[in-house]
């Protein structure tokens, strides 16, 4: 009789032995596919932008394109670059389920999730402030949106993107309130701060994308 390999035997599944597989979460999917219907949106303004470029009087689209103040507007695009890493960074914090610091609150390198979440609130909320800011001082020089083709665009663009980002800092509040409600913090939490970081990032890429086409390609 032939004798049977114990390797071999080893190595065979049995019956009772299950494969497990990774599926992806619900959420993020989800998350990923609503925000590619948000880019197409997006994609939409920018086309609605460079038409209106295209057969608008070059002469009237500079006078137009005078009167923004590119400094501002670069400070405050650093804000919120910038609040794309806070707003990582308490994605690692969620995933190692550390909602709240473990050591004083300058003691940046121990913040938990609460921290670097609120970090985030805070330069999103910045952002707006510089925005109506802008738009208050760009009223007063007579641009508005329905002073001109470039006024409605500009406004229409930016303040879309502005109700994008008051999405997002109320999505941070939603966060915070769920952590906190949450007796212990877990997946559910996690996932909660993952899903609102794919809308932070998208919400920054497409600014620096109106940023610079609107500023800098004047």
Same mark, same amino acid.
């Given at each position: 009789m032939t004798p049977v390999s114990t390797t071999a035997t080893a190595a065979a599944p049995t019956a009772h032995q299950h494969v497990s597989v990774n599926r992806p979460n619900p959420v993020s999917v989800g998350t990923i596919v609503w925000l590619a219907s948000e880019l197409m949106f997006f994609a939409g303004l920018f086309a609605m932008y460079f038409t209106v470029r295209s057969v608008m009087d070059p002469a009237e689209w500079a006078s137009q394109t005078e009167m923004l103040n590119?400094?501002? $507007? !670069?400070?405050?695009?650093?804000?919120?670059?910038?609040?794309? $890493?806070?707003?990582?960074?308490?994605? !690692?914090? $969620?995933?190692?389920?550390?909602?709240?610091?473990?050591?004083?609150?300058? *003691?940046?390198? *121990?913040?938990?999730?609460?921290?670097?979440?609120?970090?985030?609130?805070?330069?999103?909320?910045?952002?707006?402030?510089?925005?109506?800011? #802008?738009?208050? $001082?760009?009223?007063? #020089?007579?641009?508005?949106?329905s002073s001109s083709a470039y006024g409605s665009v500009f406004y229409l663009t930016t303040g879309f993107h502005g109700l994008h980002v008051v999405g997002g800092l109320i999505a941070f509040l939603f966060l915070l309130g769920r952590s906190f409600a949450a007796k212990r913090f877990g997946h559910h939490e996690a996932t909660t701060a993952i899903v609102t970081s794919y809308y932070w990032h998208f919400v920054d890429v497409v600014w620096i994308a109106l940023f610079a086409v609107i500023y800098l390609l004047q």
């Open positions: 590119v400094r501002f $507007a !670069l400070l405050n695009t650093t804000i919120l670059v910038l609040s794309s $890493a806070t707003c990582q960074m308490g994605v !690692l914090a $969620a995933e190692r389920f550390k909602p709240v610091r473990t050591g004083r609150l300058l *003691q940046v390198s *121990q913040w938990g999730m609460h921290e670097w979440t609120t970090l985030t609130y805070l330069m999103g909320a910045f952002f707006i402030g510089g925005q109506v800011f #802008e738009y208050a $001082a760009l009223v007063e #020089e007579g641009l508005t949106i």
